[in-house]
Protein backbone atom coordinates (compact mmCIF):
# COMPACT_ATOMS: atom_id res chain seq x y z
CA UNK A 1 0.00 0.00 0.00
CA UNK A 2 1.21 3.16 -1.29
CA UNK A 3 0.73 6.70 0.74
CA UNK A 4 0.59 9.57 -1.94
CA UNK A 5 1.55 12.22 1.22
CA UNK A 6 4.47 13.89 -0.09
CA UNK A 7 6.64 15.75 2.33
CA UNK A 8 6.90 19.92 3.38
CA UNK A 9 9.63 21.34 1.35
CA UNK A 10 11.79 23.61 4.15
CA UNK A 11 9.71 26.60 2.97
CA UNK A 12 6.61 25.09 3.45
CA UNK A 13 7.97 24.41 7.31
CA UNK A 14 9.60 27.98 8.08
CA UNK A 15 6.54 29.27 7.10
CA UNK A 16 4.25 26.68 9.98
CA UNK A 17 7.25 27.76 12.24
CA UNK A 18 6.50 31.49 11.95
CA UNK A 19 3.15 31.12 12.10
CA UNK A 20 3.05 28.99 15.00
CA UNK A 21 5.59 31.57 17.04
CA UNK A 22 3.47 34.24 15.91
CA UNK A 23 0.07 32.66 17.73
CA UNK A 24 2.14 31.83 21.06
CA UNK A 25 3.85 35.53 20.85
CA UNK A 26 0.25 36.73 20.87
CA UNK A 27 -1.08 34.70 23.85
CA UNK A 28 2.11 35.59 26.36
CA UNK A 29 2.63 38.82 27.92
CA UNK A 30 5.70 38.24 29.23
CA UNK A 31 5.35 39.65 32.00
CA UNK A 32 4.35 38.06 35.70
CA UNK A 33 2.26 39.57 38.37
CA UNK A 34 2.16 38.98 42.25
CA UNK A 35 -0.90 39.04 44.18
CA UNK A 36 -0.83 38.65 48.17
CA UNK A 37 -4.30 37.82 49.76
CA UNK A 38 -5.17 38.61 53.15
CA UNK A 39 -4.57 35.45 54.62
CA UNK A 40 -0.96 36.00 53.10
CA UNK A 41 -0.97 33.62 50.21
CA UNK A 42 1.49 34.66 47.41
CA UNK A 43 0.12 33.92 43.61
CA UNK A 44 2.42 34.38 40.78
CA UNK A 45 0.32 34.86 37.44
CA UNK A 46 2.42 34.38 34.52
CA UNK A 47 4.41 31.32 34.51
CA UNK A 48 1.84 29.19 32.78
CA UNK A 49 -1.77 28.43 32.12
CA UNK A 50 -2.57 28.60 35.86
CA UNK A 51 -1.29 30.93 38.56
CA UNK A 52 0.74 29.43 41.08
CA UNK A 53 0.12 29.63 44.71
CA UNK A 54 2.35 29.62 47.95
CA UNK A 55 1.00 29.49 51.12
CA UNK A 56 1.47 30.92 54.33
CA UNK A 57 1.97 27.25 55.99
CA UNK A 58 3.99 25.97 53.14
CA UNK A 59 7.07 28.80 53.56
CA UNK A 60 6.87 28.14 57.18
CA UNK A 61 7.86 24.41 56.49
CA UNK A 62 10.21 24.88 53.90
CA UNK A 63 11.31 27.77 54.54
CA UNK A 64 11.91 28.44 50.82
CA UNK A 65 10.38 32.14 49.98
CA UNK A 66 12.78 34.68 49.36
CA UNK A 67 10.88 38.14 48.62
CA UNK A 68 12.93 41.28 48.54
CA UNK A 69 12.00 44.60 47.16
CA UNK A 70 13.32 45.87 43.53
CA UNK A 71 16.06 48.58 43.94
CA UNK A 72 14.74 51.91 42.55
Known amino acids: MEDNVTEP ?4 LLARI ?11 S ?4 F ?7 VSVY ?7 TLYA ?3 KKKGTLKLRNRPE
Open 46 to 52: GLGRFPT
Open 18 to 28: ADLEGQVKGKR
Open 30 to 33: GTLE
Open 35 to 41: RVSEKGA
Open 57 to 59: EQE
Open 9 to 12: TKEE
